[in-house]
Every structure is written in structure tokens, then in C-alpha cells.
């Protein structure tokens, strides 16, 4: 039986550390010996984690300082695969890999696109995140990107050949039921009195453009009687709140926090609006998908045009465009869908079928 290691900064909810709780139980299921290994054991998740995989917290606060007890770490699990994902990460499991006599084999996994996460996020200099990539990444048994918009970023970054860098899609699907939800339901998470409920999920923060979102939501005609929810927490709470005060939206905009079950949501919801000006990949539109709710979405790099099949199942918006996005959303609104053609599409990105890409390149160790 092989034995699996996951390694993540910690469990908050994010769509990395969710796809890995969804590898890690199902790989658990099929009778791996599966373990995640966290810098801290904290975040909103740590409750979706079979209590068949094993946890281990190196408590350290700073990537640097994880380096010295993952590779004593591996020397005492010894690993048959290896899995770090989110850089630098990332580069530091190759180091602790090296150190501890490079047990088992090593993948990487990138989310995002870090040449501008590391601006928007990570606030480091393009020379120091290329040198490390380039320094570091080479050595890993295989390399895996989300879409194929991180792969050519990555590549770019790391001077890596495509064939180096395998893309495999997120596991969003994850075969809840996909009935609509009771009225009753309904009523409760979204009040009374409106007709259409249009629902978006992500953090608070700069990059997912929410701002864009509710200005849209405005320039809807008052005819479409609708409320927006926006799930998710982040810094830029005060400031959206600001927004909606400012354009009278009190009583259509809603924004209750972080929801660590966002499906019946989805399940109640008419239709999914993603306003993001980057995406890795975009799990919340999988998401949406399953459960058959259309989707609008921005055409922003580099996830969501792949996943909607450049507009087949979606709508396609320029970035930081209220109008486009608020005719899109009337249009999506007032327009039927076949719900059974999106649910279908999700399947392409259920856990079970990511699982398995997964599994055969931990086999082959090539693209």
C-alpha cells in the first residue's frame, strides 16, 4: 500500500487546500495510506478530513522555518509520494526533499498565476521567484499546474519545458445531489421577496473584483427584481460594504461571510457570477456547474474560459467592465438553459476522474 504526503501552508478556506481534502479522502478510500502534513493545523476545513488520514503540524509560522522539520519529517514517514503544493512552498519541500535523502518521489502543484500573484500577494521580486523556480523545480519527480494558463506561466517562470509540466484540472466536482432545493430553503437563505438570486463565491480581496460585481448589479434595470449574495470573507469587507451604502444596494446585496458548505447556495441560486480579474483555475464555476446554475464570468486569465469552453457553457465578460457584465447577467437571466448540458460538463472535473489523472502520473512520473 503507498503512502501519500500532502504538504500545505494550513486549512483555510481556500480552493487549493479544498481540492486537497477532496484527493485526500478519496485516495484514503481506495486504500492508500494517505497523511497531510501543515505548517499549522488551523483553518476552517480541518473538519471535511477523513478521520482515516493522518495530520501533522510542523508549527512554524514562516515558510523558511518549515524546511529543517519536513525533511526530519520525511526521514521518519518516509513517503512513497510526495505532494506540496502552493509556492514557495513548494521550493522549500524540494530543499527539506534534498536534505532528508530524497525519500519517495516529489511532485509540485501551482494554483495560480504567480507572476502576478506575486505582486497582488506574495510580494516578491520577479528575479527571486524565477530564481527560485528555476533553482528548485527541475529537481521534482513531475510538476503539475491547474489550467493551462498556470503551466505557460510557470514554465515562462521556471524556463521549463511544456512536456515538464503536466496539467491537471481541479477536482471540483464532488457529486453532491444535484436537486433544487426546497422553496422553503430558499426562503431561508435568501429572504422573501425576490425573484432572481444571483450568487457569487470568493474572497473579499482585490483580485477577485467584487467592486466590479455590485457596480454591475446596479446598472441592472429595476425590473429585475434580484438579490445578490457574495460568500466569502477578506480584507476588503469595509470597502465593498462602503460600495453598496453608496449605490442604495442595502436591501439586495448580501455578504454573510465565509460558508464552509456554500451548495445549498448554489442549489438555490438562479444564477453564478465569477468577477475575478485572475483565476488559477476557478473551482467555483465547476461548482456552480454541478448544480446546474448558468454562469457568468470574467474571460480573465486563466481558468474560466477553459472550463466554460471559451462561452459554450457560460458567458465570457471582459475584466473590470461593469456594462459587459451587467448585460450578460440580464441576458443569462433572461434566458432558459439546459441544466442537464452544464451538470454534464461538471462531471469532467469530478474528484473521481481528477483522482485517477492524478494517481497515473504518480505512476509514470511523466506527462
Known amino acids: ?17 479544498r481540492l486537497h481534502i477532496h484527493l485526500a479522502n478519496d485516495w484514503v478510500a481506495r486504500g492508500f495510506s494517505v497523511e497531510i502534513v501543515l505548517m499549522q493545523k488551523t483553518g476552517e476545513l480541518l473538519s471535511l478530513i477523513s478521520p482515516s488520514i493522518a495530520l501533522f503540524e510542523l508549527s512554524v509560522d514562516q515558510i523558511r522555518k518549515a524546511i529543517w ?24 519541500t524540494v530543499i527539506a526533499w534534498f536534505l532528508s535523502g530524497r525519500y519517495g518521489c516529489l511532485f509540485l502543484s501551482d494554483h495560480c498565476l504567480l507572476s502576478v500573484s506575486r505582486t497582488e500577494e506574495l510580494r516578491v ?20 499546474a491547474v489550467s493551462q494558463g498556470v503551466k505557460n506561466d510557470l514554465c515562462w517562470l521556471g524556463n521549463l519545458s511544456q512536456a515538464r509540466v503536466k496539467v491537471i484540472y481541479n477536482p471540483a466536482a464532488t457529486g ?24 457569487s463565491v470568493g474572497a473579499l480581496k482585490k483580485i477577485k473584483d467584487h467592486a466590479c460585481l455590485i457596480r454591475a448589479f446596479a446598472l441592472l434595470p429595476a425590473d429585475i427584481d434580484s438579490k445578490l449574495t457574495i460568500l466569502g470573507d477578506g480584507p476588503l469587507r469595509i470597502d465593498l ?72 457553457y457560460g458567458k465570457l465578460v471582459p475584466i473590470n467592465d461593469p456594462s459587459a457584465m451587467s448585460s450578460a447577467i440580464l441576458a443569462s437571466l433572461t434566458t432558459s438553459h439546459d441544466r ?21 502520473y504518480f505512476h509514470t512520473g511523466s506527462v
Open 241 to 312: 460594504e462602503t460600495l453598496v451604502n453608496e449605490l442604495g444596494l442595502q436591501a439586495r446585496v448580501f455578504m454573510p461571510g465565509f460558508v464552509t458548505n456554500p451548495y445549498p447556495w448554489f442549489q438555490t441560486a438562479d444564477l453564478f457570477v465569477l468577477s475575478s480579474q485572475c483565476e488559477g483555475f476557478g473551482n467555483v464555476i465547476v461548482e456552480a456547474l454541478e448544480c446546474g446554475v448558468p454562469v457568468v464570468s470574467t474571460d480573465c486569465p486563466s481558468g474560466p474560459a477553459e472550463i466554460l469552453e471559451n462561452g459554450r
Open 1 to 17: 500500500m503507498k503512502k501519500i504526503t500532502i504538504i500545505l501552508p494550513d486549512l483555510r478556506g481556500g480552493g487549493a487546500e
Open 125 to 144: 521580486s520577479q528575479y527571486y521567484l524565477k530564481s527560485l523556480i528555476q533553482i528548485t523545480y527541475p529537481f521534482a519527480t513531475g510538476i503539475i
Open 340 to 360: 442537464q448540458a452544464l451538470m454534464k460538463r461538471a462531471e469532467d472535473f469530478s474528484v473521481h476522474n481528477i483522482s485517477n489523472q492524478y494517481l497515473e
Open 69 to 92: 522539520p519536513l525533511q526530519v519529517h520525511f526521514k521518519h514517514s518516509r513517503p512513497d509520494i510526495i505532494l506540496s503544493a502552493m509556492w514557495p512552498l513548494t521550493s522549500a
Open 176 to 199: 453532491i445531489p444535484t436537486q433544487i432545493e426546497s422553496a422553503t430553503l430558499r426562503e431561508k437563505l435568501w429572504g422573501n421577496g425576490f425573484a432572481k438570486h444571483i450568487l
